[in-house]
């Protein structure tokens, strides 16, 4: 993979997010020629620039909203492959404003889409989420083909997104037409709550823990501790994303469609459950149940991986545990005020090469 991507014109979108930023750092340290494109920064601190992305990276603040903007850079850029990630990802915030959450998450992705018909981009991998299945709330892992119809506006809009990937699919880039009538390969990439360093948004456990923990030294409080989450790591769908974008790029037409990317069976765990190996690994923190279900949240979500597994041959790497403890030493050394760019890069070797 790292072969692959070395030297290979790479466009990332919602490259000054957590994920985003964290894939930047990645492809960098592979070797591609690197572009981002997506609105500054919207947290402080942040990882875009604890990883000082603005001075490695060629990129654009622009909104995915703005076709002509967007199409221009890439018409310039030229990427080989996008990765799209930018969009408004956060179920409590989509309550807030649904419009701005439709338009963010689907036209932007219709703006991507068709941004690689019109440059002929050959591969692109569309991130949507595990949100986007039709949650019934019952014990089963959600594969590829279940039904797509999320509840609330966030988990709607990615549903709605993959759905927008699959018609460019069928009508575009039709892989049994590939290399005939068009030369691109696209994919969805859903994948599980994923956790790791350098993620500071609103409403969201880890970075809601450590702001509690590490920084305001007070007690969090849980507002659904029996939701059931499948937990992993941020390297864990970043490196499914990139052997799909590699293998997308090399023309294997049975690799276009979508794709889940969720931790073992063991690791789709409570919140609660979490919070405390997190409280293990940080050694403080002290937590209270506040139950709080104002705003519809899915209480029990599972992925199964079986398809990524079976036809990618990609698995996740490390355990709950394992990743928790990752998460947990970045942040230590982040307020510890240590080289945690230093540590960010030991991380991603380690797991990339080991
Ligand atoms: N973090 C998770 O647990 C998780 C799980 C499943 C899927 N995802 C998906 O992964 C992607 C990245 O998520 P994240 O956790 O890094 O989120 P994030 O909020 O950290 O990053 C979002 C990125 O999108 C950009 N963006 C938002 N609105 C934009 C707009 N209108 N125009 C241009 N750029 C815009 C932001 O500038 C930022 O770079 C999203 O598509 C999200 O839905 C995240």
């Keep these: 993979m790292k072969e692959f991507y070395k030297g290979k014109r790479v466009l990332v979108t919602g490259h000054t997010g957590f994920k985003g930023a964290w894939l930047c750092q990645i492809l960098l340290d592979f070797g591609a020629q690197l572009a981002g494109y997506s609105l500054k920064p919207n947290t402080e601190p942040n990882l875009f620039t604890i990883l000082k992305l603005d001075q490695k990276v060629k990129h654009k603040i622009a909104d995915i909203r703005d076709f002509e903007t967007l199409d221009k850079f890439i018409k310039t850029f030229k990427p080989e492959i996008i990765f799209h990630l930018a969009a408004q990802p956060i179920v409590r915030a989509s309550y807030d404003d649904p419009k701005y959450t439709y338009e963010a998450n689907v036209l932007g992705t219709l703006n991507v889409l068709e941004s690689i018909r019109l440059n002929k981009v050959p591969a692109g991998v569309i991130i949507t989420t595990d949100k986007v299945y039709k949650n019934l709330e019952k014990d089963i892992a959600y594969k590829e083909d279940d039904a797509l119809c999320g509840w609330d506006p966030y988990s709607n809009s990615k549903s709605c997104a993959d759905l927008v990937v699959y018609s460019y699919q069928q009508s575009f880039f039709n892989p049994e037409k590939y290399g005939q009538e068009h030369?691109?390969?696209?994919?969805?990439?859903?994948?599980?709550?994923?956790?790791?360093?350098?993620?500071?948004?609103?409403?969201?456990?880890?970075?809601?823990?450590?702001?509690?923990?590490?920084?305001?030294?007070?007690?969090?409080?849980?507002?659904?501790?029996?939701?059931?989450?499948?937990?992993?790591?941020?390297?864990?769908?970043?490196?499914?994303?990139?052997?799909?974008?590699?293998?997308?790029?090399?023309?294997?037409?049975?690799?276009?469609?979508?794709?889940?990317?969720?931790?073992?069976?063991?690791?789709?765990?409570?919140?609660?459950?979490?919070?405390?190996?997190?409280?293990?690994?940080?050694?403080?923190?002290?937590?209270?149940?506040?139950?709080?279900?104002?705003?519809?949240?899915?209480?029990?979500?599972?992925?199964?991986?079986?398809?990524?597994?079976?036809?990618?041959?990609?698995?996740?790497?490390?355990?709950?545990?394992?990743?928790?403890?990752?998460?947990?030493?970045?942040?230590?050394?982040?307020?510890?005020?240590?080289?945690?760019?230093?540590?960010?890069?030991?991380?991603?070797?380690?797991?990339?090469?080991?």
């Design 183 to 354: 030369k691109t390969l696209i994919s969805s990439a859903r994948s599980g709550n994923v956790i790791g360093g350098g993620d500071w948004a609103q409403d969201r456990l880890i970075p809601d823990v450590m702001r509690a923990f590490l920084v305001d030294h007070k007690t969090l409080e849980i507002r659904s501790p029996r939701a059931v989450r499948p937990w992993q790591h941020v390297f864990e769908p970043l490196s499914g994303y990139l052997l799909l974008g590699q293998r997308l790029h090399q023309g294997e037409i049975d690799k276009a469609g979508a794709w889940n990317f969720g931790p073992f069976d063991a690791d789709m765990q409570e919140v609660e459950s979490v919070v405390k190996l997190l409280i293990d690994d940080l050694g403080v923190g002290k937590y209270q149940i506040k139950e709080d279900h104002t705003k519809h949240e899915a209480n029990l979500l599972k992925l199964s991986n079986k398809k990524a597994s079976t036809q990618l041959h990609w698995q996740p790497r490390f355990s709950l545990k394992e990743a928790i403890r990752e998460t947990a030493r970045w942040y230590k050394t982040y307020y510890a005020g240590k080289d945690v760019l230093k540590l960010s890069k030991e991380q991603i070797k380690r797991f990339f090469n080991d």
